[in-house]
């Protein structure tokens, strides 16, 4: 079984709402020892981080989507989402949800976990 | 937002030979508090997912192939991999985790000649 895997609608028209949901399998997702977050890959190749939070903690987000953002954690269900507003052409890409570790230490870690990724496409 | 910036775009390598790819970040990604280097390199191959390589810039991680190695320190970074094989066609990214938000490079393609 996949530990990370997204689902959600694969094509949604412009200014309208994304929503994504990413599925953890295993046992770490109440543990604050992980954030919990969304890259995403427009056309192209270079990735973007969205957003990110841990478990009873604080939510962050990439003060360049900020306005549009938000992500929330279902944790009876093990899974967390991304809405992403008003979307234009410029939102199509790939989106994963991936996971990072966290220590009080050294903050946080790289990303060493991903789902499969989700196409969007925004079109009409 | 610190910028990662990688060179080449491209590069081509025979089988068997070495091949580099170097990553400057805008500012330094080296914490002397922690003693850490927040700096990582991602494989991806089409249609896959980013693999964690490297982390803590020069840190191999677990099954990953000694081919692959990684140094560097502050703001410029070198991924190596040292004989390389047909499997490692592929993308590769470098990623600062350092400040938020986190950044990546925009990839270098390895390609064999």
């Known amino acids: 079984q996949q530990p990370l895997r997204e689902s959600g609608p694969g094509l949604v028209r412009p200014s309208e709402t994304l929503s994504l949901t990413c599925s953890v399998s295993?046992?770490?997702?109440?543990?604050?020892?992980?954030?919990w977050g969304w890259v995403r890959q427009p056309l192209g190749r270079q990735f973007e981080w969205i957003g990110s939070f841990i478990y009873a903690g604080d939510t962050v987000y990439n003060p360049s989507l900020k306005s549009r953002v938000t992500i929330s954690a279902d944790t009876a269900n093990k899974r967390f989402s991304l809405r992403l507003r008003s979307v234009t052409a410029a939102d199509s890409g790939v989106y994963y949800c991936?996971?990072?570790?966290?220590?009080?230490?050294?903050?946080?870690?790289?990303?060493?976990?991903w789902g499969q990724g989700r196409v969007v496409t925004v079109s009409s | 937002d610190i910028v990662m910036t990688q060179s080449p775009d491209s590069v081509a390598v025979s089988l068997g030979e070495r091949a580099t790819i170097n990553c400057k970040s805008s500012e330094s990604v080296s914490d002397f508090h922690t003693d850490k280097t927040y700096l990582a390199w991602y494989q991806q191959k089409p249609l896959q997912p980013p693999r964690l390589l490297i982390s803590?810039?020069?840190i191999r991680e677990s099954g990953v192939s000694d081919r692959f190695s990684g140094s560097g320190f502050g703001t410029e970074f070198t991924l190596t991999i040292s004989s390389l094989q047909a499997e490692d066609v592929a993308l590769y990214y470098c990623h600062q985790h350092y400040t938020t938000p986190p950044t990546f490079g925009q990839g270098t393609r390895v390609e064999i000649k």
């Open positions: 991936a996971r990072q570790k966290y220590s009080a230490r050294y903050s946080s870690y790289a990303f060493d976990v």
């Open positions: 295993g046992e770490s997702f109440t543990s604050r020892d992980f954030y």
């Open positions: 803590w810039a020069s």
